[in-house]
């Protein structure tokens, strides 16, 4: 008998710790004998035909690596009917039975959409943006907040020096989890996350209140999911005369070695999607969930909403006061 075929891709956005969940899958599905072969550039790679085998030394030194080796796109072709078409019969070109899908959200709606098309997949989160819900923690999300309070710290320095306010603009699209943590971890004065109406009135407040204390820096901590960060630091300079600056981490939040947490978790979910799929399994998310391992439906992964870290937020305030 032949032996089982599986593939694997990253897709959308690249995530820290990618490449360590690409590794467990290639070493774990060689372990139990199948064939592994990997996807380049996502659903792209999979409708191009960009698929070669795996081998337990082509995923040699890269568990410490940002990235993604096998490359991510976002495939507009891939979300029309004809585009999955064109990706099913590329799979069955290449014997692939199964499918292991590493990325966010948008990558899991293609994911579903090619269970229903009778593709057995899996799902592992991999998005810096810990947006997904039935998941503790996204694979690169805890990298991206050490990153971001590795620059928080940068910036206080010289904030301090100059007794200004400095506004830092974090990624995670609509979801405010890295300016929570981050903020948080990095004692920003204030946080403006998509989840919460905040107003520039309140920034001003907790800056006013800082500075009357003897406090040297303001740092403030905005989701660009809610934006205008030049139009906040020229309403506070306006309202408070407090000189302030902006600055934009940008994708710089995207790269770096992920952390020996998302490296664990990676590896973990990375194992776990490939015995799921040699038991059978298909359209699940497999995920840390309440600090288990557990796997999830699509459709349940994609119809609920990612509660949001209230406490994390109340306590951020509290402390910085
Ligand atoms: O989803 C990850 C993410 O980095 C978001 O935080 C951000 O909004 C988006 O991707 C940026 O996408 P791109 O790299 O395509 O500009």
Known sequence: MNRKSIAVLTSGGDAPGMNAAIRAVVRTGIFHG???????KGYEGLIKGEIFEMSLSSV?????RGGTMLQTARSPEFATPQGREKALNMM???GIQGLVVIGGDGSFRGARDLAAMGVQVVGIPGTIDNDIPFCD??????????TVVEAISRIRDTTSSHNRANIIEVMGRNSGDISLYAGLAGGAESIVVPEVNASVEDVCKRIMHG???????????????????????????????VE????????????GSPTAFDRIMASRLGARAVELLMEGKTSRMVAQYQNQIRDFDFDEVLTAKKGFAGEIYSLARILSI
Request: net charge positive; no cysteine; glycine share 14%.
């Open 244 to 255: 302030t600056r902006v600055t934009i981490l940008g994708h710089v939040q995207r790269g």
């Open 60 to 64: 040699a030194d890269i568990i410490h």
């Open 34 to 40: 199948l064939k592994v072969m990997g996807v380049k």
């Open 137 to 146: 923690y996204t694979i690169g999300f805890d990298t991206a907040v050490n």
């Open 211 to 241: 500075r009357n204390r003897g406090k040297l820096h303001s740092i403030i901590i905005l989701a660009e999911g809610v934006g205008g960060a030049f139009e906040m630091a020229k309403a506070i300079e306006d309202k408070i005369g």
């Open 92 to 94: 069955s070109v290449f």
